[in-house]
C-alpha cells in the first residue's frame, strides 16, 4: 500500500523485492551508462545521474558526493585491490599468497577509510521521499530513452522526466497510516510532518514511514512532535477537522465504549466488537487483521481507505486469513479447504484408536494432545 510501509512494510512485505530490483536496475543503469571511451571519473558520473532516481525510489536515499568517493576509491581498486587479489589466487596453490592478501588488506582498509570521511561530511546523505508510481515510471522512461538513442531526438526524454516531476507533484499523501498490528499510528500534523502518539513501539515501521516521507528526523525526534494528547488508556489527535481516539493493545477488555465519546475515527488495537458504534469510521484488530496496515485519506466530508491487502490483490502467492467461525461452521475438516483455491482437500487418513491427533487439514497432524510431551504419538 503506497505510504504504509512493512508494516507499512505497506506492510513491508515487498521489501526483499523492491531491494532486489532496486539493485538489478541499478547496475542495469551503471552499465548503460558507461560508455566505451569513458574515464573512471566520467563514467562514475553518468552511472550516478542515471542510477539515483531507482536508489531514491526504492531505498529513499540521495548520496551527494557519490562520484567523488568513487573517482578516490576506483584507483585504489584497480591498482592495488584487485592485482592483489588475483595474485592471491595464482600463488594459493604455492602456499605463497600470504603478501598478495596483505597487500589487498591495505588497499581495502584505505577504500573503508575514504567511504568512511566521505560519509561524515555535511548533507552527505539526504532522506528524499519516495515519488509516486507514475512518477517513476515517467523518469525512468525519460532517463532510458536519453541512454539509448542518438542525436538530438534523445532530449525528447526531457519531456517524460518533466512529465515524472510533474506527477510527483500531484501526488497526495495520507493523513493517517495505521500499523498492520495497530502497535502505532500517525497522523499529518498541521506542518505536513507525521506526528505519532507517545509510546515506544513499531520503531522499525515508524521509521520506514519517515523515510517514505523523505523526514530525516529520529525516532525519537519523532515522537516529541505535537499532535497527539494521550492517556494511559487512550490517544487522540484532531486530523482536518475529524477527532481521532486510538485505544493501544493493553485496554482492558470491555473499556473501549467509555473511551471513544464523540471521536468520528476510532482505531483500536484490540476487538472492539459492539463499542464505538457511534463513529462513522473504525478500525479494530480484526480489519487490521483481515487487511494488514492502513491509509486513510481525508477528503473535507469524505474519507478514502487503502489497505495493504488491497495493494496486494487476489494474487496466489497472497494468504487471506480464515475466521475462526468459519471453521467452526464447516462440516467436517474433510470438507474445508483453507487455502481458498479450486482443488479439493486431502483425503483424512483411516482412524487410529491408539493416536488422537489434531488436525488443521485432515492429512497434516500439528501436534499431540496436550495430556503427552511433544512428539510423544505413540
Known amino acids: 500500500m503506497s505510504g504504509t510501509g512493512n508494516g507499512a512494510s505497506t506492510n513491508g512485505d515487498s521489501g526483499e523485492f523492491k531491494t532486489f530490483m532496486g539493485a538489478g536496475f541499478g547496475t542495469m543503469m551503471v552499465r548503460l551508462a558507461a560508455g566505451p571511451k569513458t574515464t573512471p571519473p566520467v563514467a562514475s558520473s553518468r552511472a550516478y545521474l542515471r542510477s539515483g532516481l531507482p536508489a531514491v525510489y526504492h531505498f529513499n536515499r540521495l548520496s551527494a558526493y557519490a562520484v567523488i568517493a568513487n573517482a578516490l576509491a576506483l584507483p585504489v581498486v584497480s591498482l592495488l585491490v584487485m592485482p592483489a587479489a588475483l595474485a592471491a589466487m595464482v600463488a594459493m596453490p604455492f602456499g605463497l599468497e600470504f603478501l598478495p592478501l596483505q597487500l589487498m588488506g591495505v588497499g581495502l582498509a584505505a577504500v573503508a577509510r575514504i567511504a568512511a570521511t566521505i560519509a561524515a561530511l555535511p548533507g552527505a546523505r539526504t532522506a528524499i521521499a519516495s515519488p509516486p508510481l507514475p512518477a517513476m515510471m515517467a523518469m525512468t522512461a525519460g532517463l532510458l530513452f536519453l541512454c539509448l538513442w542518438r542525436g538530438w531526438t534523445r532530449l525528447l526524454g526531457l519531456v517524460a522526466i518533466l512529465a515524472g516531476i510533474g506527477l510527483a507533484g500531484l501526488h ?111 478500525i479494530d484488530r480484526f480489519d487490521l487483521w483481515r487487511k494488514g496496515a492502513h491509509a486513510i485519506y481525508l477528503d473535507g466530508d469524505r474519507w478514502r481507505v487503502v489497505s495493504a491487502r488491497d495493494e496486494q490483490g487476489q494474487r496466489p502467492w497472497v494468504v487471506h486469513p480464515v475466521p475462526r467461525a468459519s471453521i467452526r461452521r464447516a462440516t467436517s475438516l474433510k470438507s474445508l479447504n483453507i487455502y481458498g483455491s479450486s482443488r479439493p482437500a486431502f483425503p483424512a487418513p483411516a482412524p487410529d484408536p491408539a493416536r488422537k491427533f489434531w488436525f488443521h487439514r485432515p492429512d497434516w497432524p500439528l501436534r499431540a494432545p496436550p495430556s503427552r510431551p511433544c512428539g510423544a504419538f505413540a
Open 172 to 282: 497526495s499523501e495520507p493523513d493517517i497510516l495505521v500499523e498492520r498490528r495497530g502497535a502505532t499510528v500517525a497522523v499529518r500534523a498541521e506542518d505536513g510532518r507525521l506526528a505519532f502518539p507517545l509510546q515506544r513501539k513499531a520503531r522499525f515501521t515508524v521509521e520506514k514511514w519517515l523515510l517514505h516521507e523523505g523526514d530525516s528526523a529520529t525516532f525519537k525526534e519523532a515522537l516529541e512532535r505535537p499532535g497527539w494528547s494521550c492517556a494511559p488508556t487512550a490517544c487522540r489527535a484532531v486530523v482536518k477537522g475529524r477527532r481521532l481516539v486510538f485505544l493501544p493493545s493493553d485496554l482492558a477488555a470491555g473499556a473501549a465504549s467509555a473511551l471513544c465519546g464523540d471521536a468520528e475515527i476510532v482505531i483500536a488495537a484490540v476487538p472492539l466488537r459492539g463499542a464505538c458504534r457511534g463513529a462513522r469510521l473504525r
